[in-house]
């Protein structure tokens, strides 16, 4: 006796063969494209595991360009962070708390960065901190701190490109806290800034968490802003991304070896977001 279909008619054996078929025919129409897309990214990263020399990895990463310039991104993505910590997370809650047209209107400013092309963002930077530029032309008059071309220039470049990055995970992470928890700590007599010490940011940890990893990360391998606005000097705005252009041109396999070290550490910061991101 064949069981009744949805409609009351009884579904037959064919029926029901026609049917899976239809659905092996679907997913592979589907299997095709997502396969090829899938490729398109690792196709790239398989090409640099098989274009490295292993045998002078460790020779070409000691070469006496590489130090300068893994300390230099080492110190400005750690300052770069620390920023996004003190201006990044106090903007992040306000942004979780903020409603109506305004609060749209200045994500939709800080994401601007985002989408932004690296090259133009580094020239916004020299036209509002250059010598003639909007902030940069006072500072310059007034206290004689020149800013662009400067291991300072990196880091305001990385912060202007991390911090969006920072602050949409975060403010994310506080949006999903329980307003009745803020609410309560309030009723009970604890200060705004009390309330985002000790209650908002342990229970957003783990999108601080993420949102530092990312920002960490993008900064890490910003490359456009930095070259445009703070040069690429070695031993003084020369970071890891731009030495690995350099060394393109006269030394490919030590460029290899550098991006190889950038590859290993984006794959350390995917595991590290393993349980919040990556399903």
């Not at 020149?146 to 506080?174: D, H, K, N, W």
């Given at each position: 006796?064949?069981?009744?279909?949805?409609?009351?008619?009884?579904?037959?054996?064919?029926?029901?063969?026609?049917?899976?078929?239809?659905?092996?025919?679907?997913?592979?129409?589907?299997?095709?494209?997502?396969?090829l897309?899938?490729?398109?990214?690792?196709?790239?990263?398989?090409?640099?595991?098989?274009?490295?020399?292993?045998?002078?990895?460790?020779?070409?990463?000691?070469?006496?360009?590489?130090?300068?310039?893994?300390?230099?991104?080492?110190?400005?993505?750690?300052?770069?962070?620390?920023?996004?910590?003190?201006?990044?997370?106090?903007?992040?809650?306000?942004?979780?708390?903020?409603?109506?047209?305004?609060?749209?209107?200045?994500?939709?400013?800080?994401?601007?960065?985002?989408?932004?092309?690296?090259?133009?963002?580094?020239?916004?930077?020299?036209?509002?901190?250059?010598?003639?530029?909007?902030?940069?032309?006072?500072?310059?008059?007034?206290?004689?701190?020149?800013?662009?071309?400067?291991?300072?220039?990196?880091?305001?470049?990385?912060?202007?490109?991390?911090?969006?990055?920072?602050?949409?995970?975060?403010?994310?992470?506080?949006?999903?806290?329980?307003?009745?928890?803020?609410?309560?700590?309030?009723?009970?007599?604890?200060?705004?800034?009390?309330?985002?010490?000790?209650?908002a940011?342990?229970?957003?940890?783990p999108?601080?968490?993420?949102?530092?990893?990312?920002a960490?990360?993008?900064?890490?391998?910003?490359?456009?802003?930095?070259?445009?606005?703070?040069?690429?000097?070695?031993?003084?705005?020369?970071?890891?991304?731009?030495?690995?252009?350099?060394?393109?041109?006269?030394?490919p396999?030590?460029?290899?070896?550098?991006?190889?070290?950038?590859?290993?550490?984006?794959?350390?910061?995917?595991?590290?977001?393993?349980?919040?991101?990556?399903?």
């Amino acid at each position: 006796m064949t069981a009744p279909a949805p409609g009351g008619a009884p579904t037959t054996g064919s029926g029901r063969a026609a049917g899976a078929s239809r659905v092996r025919l679907s997913r592979t129409v589907l299997l095709v494209p997502a396969a090829l897309g899938f490729l398109l990214v690792v196709l790239p990263l398989l090409g640099l595991l098989a274009g490295t020399e292993w045998d002078g990895l460790l020779t070409r990463l000691a070469d006496p360009d590489v130090r300068p310039a893994l300390r230099l991104s080492v110190v400005t993505t750690l300052a770069t962070v620390a920023v996004c910590w003190l201006l990044g997370t106090p903007l992040a809650w306000l942004l979780s708390r903020a409603e109506g047209r305004t609060a749209t209107w200045l994500r939709a400013v800080l994401t601007v960065p985002v989408v932004l092309p690296p090259v133009v963002g580094g020239v916004a930077l020299l036209l509002a901190y250059g010598r003639r530029g909007l902030v940069g032309e006072p500072l310059l008059e007034v206290f004689g701190l020149r800013i662009p071309f400067t291991p300072f220039a990196v880091v305001l470049a990385q912060v202007f490109v991390s911090l969006p990055f920072y602050v949409l995970a975060v403010e994310g992470a506080m949006r999903g806290i329980d307003r009745r928890l803020l609410d309560v700590s309030a009723t009970l007599g604890a200060r705004p800034f009390r309330v985002l010490t000790r209650v908002a940011l342990p229970l957003a940890a783990p999108g601080i968490a993420s949102g530092t990893a990312l920002a960490w990360a993008r900064a890490l391998g910003e490359f456009g802003a930095t070259i445009t606005f703070a040069g690429n000097f070695a031993g003084e705005t020369q970071t890891t991304s731009l030495l690995v252009y350099v060394k393109l041109q006269d030394d490919p396999q030590t460029a290899v070896a550098l991006s190889l070290l950038l590859l290993v550490v984006a794959v350390a910061v995917l595991g590290l977001l393993r349980g919040r991101w990556v399903r």
